[in-house]
DNA sequence: TCTATATGGTAAAGTTACTTTACTATATAG
DNA sequence: CTATATAGTAAAGTAACTTTACCATATAGA
């Protein structure tokens, strides 16, 4: 029984240092609660991560639906969900895609234009506190390996 | 006009390579994700993220609630929600705290045990398979740096 | 010693961010 | 011109929490 005793607190020793994921869940989680908490006071719109992460893969000319849930890694549903919140927030509107009558493209509004614009100095805001307390090299690096680790999922399915 | 679009495009190419919280968000799904489905066909037990997430916070003499969700970052009525689900499911079980008539000590049941040890082995695996792919070095840099990164966060309040 | 307050835990309902199942409308390939 | 694929919507369900409210025990101070 000893001998189980140790190789049991080796593992849980093992688990505390080898969950990756669980490291990457609790800093998305402390990340983004500090960015939302910080746009929420800015302006009036209070928007919340699952809106905020619609952004980066919105294009000027406007984008179909299934193509962000395509990029976002969600289902088309969702990014409906989604939308609507934000088209009833009037930072994006949905107009017909005049080359398939299916389809819709997502767009930004004037107010969602200066909205944005707004939020990536947030962002930028909170990136460079921790660029401060960290190392600048410190975020890069991060930003570059956590890239690459979302490639390498992409690249294999299960 | 045209000044403003430039602007706006060149704040929307911020946006993608600036949101390091969207990049640890998606990487935390994914990663759990595949950790889980891959555990959950190993044993009968169907384990969600949020029960493995106990799991490198236990200590064998057992351990308190009220610990738990302080490591955790999150209550101590999620964790009681997330221990009774594992209670229920015979992992984990809930003894008295002879040094306190309040609390309760968290431990893991004798299948609760075999079952970890097993999940370590997938947890190894899967990273192992990303440290191929990837290189070795890359998954322990990401640990360190995710772990400053937390550890900052946990520092400053707000 | 007895009251005030802090601490450990539970209970119930609400919220966020999704998914699943089930459709309708348009497009395209044969 | 039917058969199937694709774009999107609708409604209900689920996971993983939080908030609000509470009870039980502990402990420090009057």
């Known amino acids: 029984m000893a001998k189980t005793r140790r190789e049991f607190e080796r593992a849980l020793e093992a688990a505390k240092s080898a969950s990756t994921g669980q490291l990457l869940i609790r800093a998305a989680r402390l990340f983004n609660e500090r960015a939302v908490a910080r746009g929420r006071t800015l302006r009036g719109l209070d928007l919340r991560p699952a809106h905020t992460a619609v952004f980066p893969h919105l294009s000027l000319e406007g984008t179909r639906m299934t193509t962000l849930a395509e990029k976002m890694g969600i289902t088309k549903q969702a990014v409906g969900q989604i939308v609507a ?15 398939d009558g299916r389809a819709k493209l997502v767009r930004f509004t004037a107010a969602g234009y200066r909205a944005v614009l707004d939020g990536m100095g947030v962002l930028r805001e909170i990136e460079n506190e921790f660029g401060a307390e960290l190392g600048e090299a410190l975020m890069a690096r991060l930003k570059r390996d956590l890239t690459k680790l979302l490639a390498a999922f992409e690249g294999a399915a299960s």
Do not use: F, G
């Not at 919140?85 to 080359?99: F, G, T």
């Open 85 to 99: 919140e934000l088209e009833r927030a009037e930072v994006l509107c949905r107009v017909p895609d005049p080359s």
